[in-house]
């Protein structure tokens, strides 16, 4: 029996903050020498070693004392963020590490993180990257511009961690979701290295998130492996799979596991409930798109759903009936076409265009989506969706099939 706990962790930040670089120091435990040599070793396509950018979800896993950490990289370029947010979807993270250095703080890619984070209630930390190239009264100014936005936004205030008492003070408090710690870091020097690892070996499960997983098995990424087959590796939110059970895909699809790896690469026999893994399938189809869902028993596939939402931002934007969006429900990222069926709940009364409720920004209420091909969603799942200067979330209240 594991006494490991496995937990989830995503970076987060601006385009060259370090995000990639602080990864592959927690991974490695080895000093970066300046010039890309940590984020290079965890790159996952040649074009991120080249440009400095990540543009895809990249996973990687360390041990910190009794926790099993899965890392996931998130892209931190403005075009790449509805990757992010499907990754945050995917993996549910229980801490976020959002990177931040002298030049990035005000970015407005840096505020939407935070803003997802806060909003979809995660613990996160500050990593202040790069420390050993500014002075200190730079990386202080920078801080207290960050500490203005997340107490302007949130009730959370910012508490620097310099020593090991203070470890002790924010592993006791961040879950509550009442304070930022703050790390200043350097990866060329590893400064500040050691108690980020301390605090990442002493952090728990958490509790708060709004995100939420389907009872099932989703998939989220497909391969075909030579030897093996078909691979699906993806979230297990429902009753505990085997080798050799009989699965079905999307409901109709028959499969048989034939083995089994959980999320450290290790062969098991079974995968647990709410654990991630990788299963070897022999089916009939050799490709399984992201979003799939893997079930005992014939199930049938969703086409609209209605949501209650909150449009969190629009900057003058708005929702009528017949806008189209793109989805994001855990590992399903999906367009779909809004339908406005009841009134707005906010203060204000709505305005109307041509007799059809108009949603902006602060408008709380109900909106029905119809997706342009079947997938599954259940009930009371949390739904996100950014759309050009329109942001939303809600919860699914009813699904049609």
Do not use: W
Not at 105 to 116: A, D, N, S, W
Request: hydrophobic letters at 30%; glycine letters at 8%.
């Amino acid at each position: 029996m594991s006494t490991f706990t496995d937990l989830n962790v995503g970076m987060l930040g601006s385009v060259d903050s370090g995000k990639s670089t602080s990864l592959g120091q927690l991974v490695t435990g080895e000093k970066d020498n300046g010039r890309g040599k940590l984020r290079s070793m965890i790159s996952r396509h040649p074009h991120e070693i080249t440009s400095g950018r990540t543009s895809d979800l990249v996973y990687h896993h360390g041990v910190f004392g009794s926790n099993r950490i899965t890392f996931v990289d998130l892209a931190g370029h403005e075009k790449y963020l509805k990757t992010t947010i499907t990754g945050l979807n995917t993996v549910i993270p229980d801490l976020l590490l959002l990177c931040v250095d002298r030049y990035v703080p005000t970015y407005k890619i840096t505020k939407e993180h935070m803003g997802i984070a806060i909003r979809m209630k995660i613990p996160f930390v500050i990593l202040m990257t790069k420390v050993d190239l500014y002075e200190k009264e730079i990386t202080d100014s920078s801080l207290q511009l960050l500490s203005r936005i997340i107490k302007k936004s949130s009730s959370r205030i910012t508490r620097e961690v310099t020593c090991i008492e203070d470890v002790d003070t924010v592993v006791s408090t961040y879950t509550s979701l009442t304070s930022v710690p703050v790390f200043r870091i350097s990866n060329v020097t590893h400064e500040g290295v050691d108690l980020i690892r301390n605090f990442l070996s002493r952090i728990g499960k958490c509790r708060t998130s709004s995100f939420s997983h389907a009872k099932r098995f989703m998939v989220d990424r497909c391969y075909k492996v030579k030897g093996i087959g078909l691979v699906v590796s993806g979230f297990n939110g429902g009753n505990k799979v085997s080798v050799g059970d009989k699965l079905y895909i999307n409901g109709n699809t028959e499969a048989y596991v034939r083995s089994i790896h959980d999320d450290f690469r290790n062969e098991t026999k079974s995968l647990e409930e709410n654990t991630r893994g990788c299963l070897a399938l022999r089916t009939s189809v050799d490709k399984v798109l992201s979003g799939s869902v893997l079930s005992y028993q014939p199930i049938k596939l969703v086409t609209s759903f209605t949501a209650n939402i909150e449009i969190l931002s629009s900057h003058g934007t708005s929702i009528t009936n017949g806008y189209k969006t793109v989805i994001h429900c855990g590992p399903i990222r999906k367009t779909a076409t809004v339908s406005i069926t009841e009134s707005s709940e906010k203060t204000d009364t709505p305005e109307k265009t041509d007799k059809t409720e108009t949603f902006r920004g602060g408008t709380k209420g109900q909106l029905q989506f119809k997706f342009e091909s079947p997938i599954y969603i259940e009930v009371g799942q949390c739904i996100f969706f950014r759309e050009g200067r329109i942001i939303g979330d809600g919860v699914i209240s009813k699904v049609y099939n």
